[in-house]
């Protein structure tokens, strides 16, 4: 039996922040959405260190993840990390060109899988804009009013073949605005958080990208930052608390565009365990909803 | 003796125990084995001529392994057999009573590198007596940075790019959710798939992880 969306969670969001995990079941439940999670996968592999350290071994492994997907009855696998998805993205990718996907699949076979090339990969974000938009305006009875700074997660910038390269950025922003946000203009949008410069030069990462950033959200006022990238929330939680050795302070709420989307439809706040969060998420969400 | 002639004769004499063997061009062969193996491809490389004609041995440090290259000349043909030695071990088969010119060379790679052949006379040919640095050795070192290390160990031991703590999955319950996801690490025998396809591309060899150890054999 088929499925329409297939929902790949990765590492981050179940053992880092099981509160996305909450959200994005409770929104996809009120939404009525046909969806699964999908079983029995491993790491998207994570993009930055294997793919450059082992692109063989990354794209059996995204492959893997990709044949289950098929085998699981996914028509669509839908992540919510950014990190993921630009791996399972570039899998896909990859894998459309024949002689590739043979290559791949004489090593899958031997574990009893074989990769098709039929599942086409989705952000979350892309998928709710695309499929449910005005269903989840209509369900925004609560309304996230509070002054967000995105973060546009590097990640996100891998546009299909002829597709806007700001396409899914740019939805993301109209969907966190019609949950009643009022998102802001910082200039430094499309500056990377130092995430991936943070395994090599943790000190470079934290005040010269980092800091900078938070810097330009202040500037203009924002009251948190959602972003879709669970790397660069990690990175904007630990690296404030981080960046305090360095006489810096910020105290910037750090949210998943699925929880804001969750606030919004009226799911409480109590069941979503945003305590989780190390920056002050739950104190926003007082001021916000009381 | 042209090289697939050479190669022909190898593969039935040595059979299962020739990892690889490529013939690149009319008058070159490169035959990999294990370690354990050497002493029967080097009596099947010298035996393929009555002129078959040792010529030397190289020796090359690639982080994690010295790799030998047993270098033989038949008729016109050079055979190289190939081994790989773990810089754990560092101990590999005298060859001198198949090919005596050896034990020059391995004399020569002793000093310079630090790889013992078990059955060599022990003394040295160019360091002197009491010198035990081993000039032309690198550091035990594979190809993942340091920083990447944990990440990797991480990454075999559960198919997760991050550590799982049992607060973590006290967290989940709390949360409504089940302890463990459903990824890979929820199963022993996918486990075990993940592990075996890490193998079998490679990865483990090439970023020197030891399966059996499970852990990576640089710090």
Not at chain 1, 19 to 25: D, P, Q
Not at chain 1, 169 to 198: N, Q, T, W
Request: proline fraction near 6%; hydrophobic fraction near 40%; include cysteine.
């Amino acid at each position: 039996m088929m499925v329409k969306y297939g929902i790949f969670l990765g590492c981050f969001i179940p053992f880092r922040y099981p509160c996305v995990e909450v959200a994005i079941k409770k929104v996809m439940d009120a939404l009525g959405a046909d969806y699964t999670i999908l079983t029995d996968y491993t790491c998207c592999p994570e993009p930055m260190l294997t793919r450059l350290v082992d692109p063989d071994f990354w794209l059996v492994t995204a492959a893997r993840n990709l044949a289950l997907a098929e085998e699981q009855g996914v028509k669509e696998l839908v992540v919510p990390c950014c990190g993921c998805y630009e791996s399972l993205y570039e899998a896909e990718h990859a894998l459309e060109d024949k002689e590739k996907r043979d290559e791949v699949n004489q090593v899958l076979s031997k574990f009893g899988h074989e990769y098709k090339g039929t599942i086409r990969v989705e952000c979350l974000t892309g998928i709710l804009y695309r499929d449910f938009m005005s269903k989840l305006e209509e369900m925004a009875t609560k309304p996230f009013r509070a002054r967000v700074a995105i973060h546009y997660c590097c990640h996100l910038f891998r546009p299909r073949p002829g597709e806007d390269i700001w396409l899914k950025h740019d939805r993301s922003r109209d969907l966190i605005r019609s949950m009643g946000a009022e998102v802001l203009r910082y200039k430094l949008e499309r500056f990377c958080c130092g995430f991936p410069a943070f395994q090599v030069d943790p000190e470079f990462s934290l005040k010269e990208r980092l800091a900078p950033k938070l810097a330009s959200m202040r500037a203009v006022g924002a009251e948190c930052v959602v972003t879709a990238c669970m790397a660069c929330i990690t990175q904007f939680e630990r690296g404030q608390v981080m960046l305090r050795r360095y006489g810096i302070r910020y105290n910037m709420p750090i949210l998943h565009p699925i929880e804001v989307i969750a606030l919004a439809i009226g799911i409480k706040p109590e069941e979503l365990g945003l305590e989780v969060h190390r920056s002050p998420v739950p104190e926003l969400v007082k001021r916000i909803y009381g | 003796m042209r090289a697939g002639e050479i190669a022909s004769k190898l593969k039935e004499a040595l059979g299962p125990k020739i990892l690889k063997i490529e013939a690149p061009t009319e008058r070159r062969v490169f035959l990999t084995v294990k370690e354990e193996d050497l002493e029967d491809a080097m009596k099947a490389v010298m035996g393929l001529a009555r002129e078959a004609r040792f010529m030397t041995i190289s020796a090359v440090d690639e982080g994690l392994d010295v790799e030998l290259l047993y270098h033989v000349d038949v008729k016109g043909t050079v055979v190289t057999v190939r081994i790989k030695v773990p810089k754990e071990e560092m101990e590999v088969l005298d060859i001198s009573h198949i090919a005596p010119a050896a034990e020059f060379i391995e004399r020569e790679i002793r000093d310079l590198f630090g790889v013992e052949f078990v059955g060599l006379k022990p003394e040295k040919l160019y360091t002197p007596e009491g010198y035990e640095e081993k000039p032309l050795r690198k550091p035990m070192e594979g190809r993942l940075p340091p920083q990447a290390r944990p990440m990797a160990e991480v990454l075999m031991e559960s198919a997760c790019s991050v550590s799982v703590s049992r607060a973590v999955m006290r967290k989940r319950e709390d949360l409504g959710l089940s302890p463990m996801p459903p990824m890979a690490m929820a199963k022993p025998e996918v486990m075990e798939e993940i592990r075996k396809m890490a193998i079998e591309t490679g990865f483990t060899e090439r970023v020197g992880y030891d399966v059996e150890k499970k852990r990576l054999r640089y710090r």
